[in-house]
């Protein structure tokens, strides 16, 4: 990332946010279940299977998370009436993690029953450390009822990755394996560019070897390399692996993979929380400068 660039990132809470809503527009897919199925669709044509997020962050109130339960509900059944290529994605702490484990359980099992009804897979992001240890109970509450039918995520940069992957039940696990995306301590995360990459190679392999299915979440050509190449040393059939990307980042390699027969997922998020998603996707384009300033020059 040059210098420039390096700058719009740390000021970007300071630009306005219609221009934010400009330049990460091909980050989101609008706000509303039209968009994101509309979105979808295309995605489903182009040979890409999906997974939807109803954007939102971490909630303060009960009665946030029951709206929020309440929006992917109306996602599963416009889901189930479309019969779109896709499953969801859900954020704990959007569900109530941070206030009550038991009350996210809660609501978890309420879009877990949906979800399951109508054969949509369902899997929780992992979020930042505070969140890990919660997850991973939930998730595995939720599997050993709901066997495959849902997932969890793990980051590579987390020192404890390796560990988690070691515990994980032994039948009908699924695991997206991504970098990870939160600002974590020395302590608890490698931090080194290199070392993620490592890690990540290490934790792919370890997965493999003991059965998992995984999604392999990554737009690093490097790790992208890597995977195939593992892929084709251990011989790993196509139902047990796919890859992932984010809806909007590096597009021409999503397709290639796909022209290449590889099974792609695109994460498609929507919803009228888009700003604090934005911001997370802009700081990681390694190109923002030129986009703020594409944006500024053509607002209006
Ligand atoms: P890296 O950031 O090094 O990017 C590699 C290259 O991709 C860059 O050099 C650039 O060319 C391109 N690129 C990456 N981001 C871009 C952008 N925004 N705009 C333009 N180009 C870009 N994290 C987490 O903590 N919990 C989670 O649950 C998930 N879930 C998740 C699902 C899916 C499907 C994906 C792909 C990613 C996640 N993540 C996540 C995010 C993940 O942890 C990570 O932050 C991003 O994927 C970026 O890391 P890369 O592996 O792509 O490498």
């Given at each position: 990332m040059s210098v420039f660039d390096r700058l719009i990132v740390t000021t970007l809470p300071l630009v306005p946010k219609f221009i934010v809503g400009?330049?990460?527009?091909?980050?989101?897919?609008?706000?509303?279940?039209?968009t994101a199925t509309a979105a979808i669709r295309a995605l489903n044509a182009e040979g890409s299977s999906c997974t939807v997020d109803v954007l939102g962050e971490e909630i303060a109130e009960r009665t946030a998370a029951d709206a929020a339960v309440q929006q992917y509900l109306e996602?599963?059944?416009?889901?189930?009436?479309?019969?779109?290529?896709?499953g969801v994605s859900v954020k704990p702490t959007q569900l109530g993690l941070g206030l009550d484990e038991d009350f996210c359980r809660e609501n978890c099992d309420r879009l877990?029953?949906?979800?399951?009804?109508?054969?949509?897979?369902?899997?929780?992001?992992m979020e930042d450390r505070h969140a890990t240890d919660g997850t991973i109970r939930i998730y595995q509450h939720l599997h050993e009822r709901y066997g495959s039918g849902v997932g969890i995520v793990f980051q590579a940069?987390?020192?404890?990755?390796?560990?988690?992957?070691?515990?994980?039940?032994?039948?009908g696990v699924n695991v997206r394996l991504c970098k990870g995306i939160y600002i974590e301590p020395r302590e608890v995360a490698w931090k080194l560019y290199e070392s993620v990459r490592a890690n990540y190679l290490a934790a792919l392999e370890k997965l493999f070897r003991q059965g998992v299915f995984v999604g392999i979440a990554t737009h690093d050509e490097y790790l992208l390399c890597g995977a195939v190449a593992l892929i084709d040393r251990l011989g790993v059939p196509k139902e047990q692996y796919e890859f992932q990307m984010l809806l909007g980042v590096e597009e021409t390699l999503r397709r290639i993979l796909v022209a290449?027969?590889?099974?792609?997922?695109?994460?498609?998020?929507f919803g009228a929380d888009w700003y604090a998603y934005s911001i997370r996707r802009l700081r990681e384009n390694p190109k923002i400068a030129g986009h703020v300033a594409r944006a500024f020059l053509s607002r209006g």
């Open positions: 400009k330049v990460a527009s091909r980050y989101v897919a609008g706000e509303t279940l039209d996602l599963l059944e416009r889901l189930r009436r479309e019969q779109l290529d896709t877990m029953e949906k979800a399951a009804e109508q054969g949509c897979f369902l899997r929780l992001d940069y987390m020192r404890r990755t390796l560990q988690d992957i070691a515990e994980l039940p032994k039948e290449e027969g590889h099974p792609m997922r695109v994460y498609v998020p």
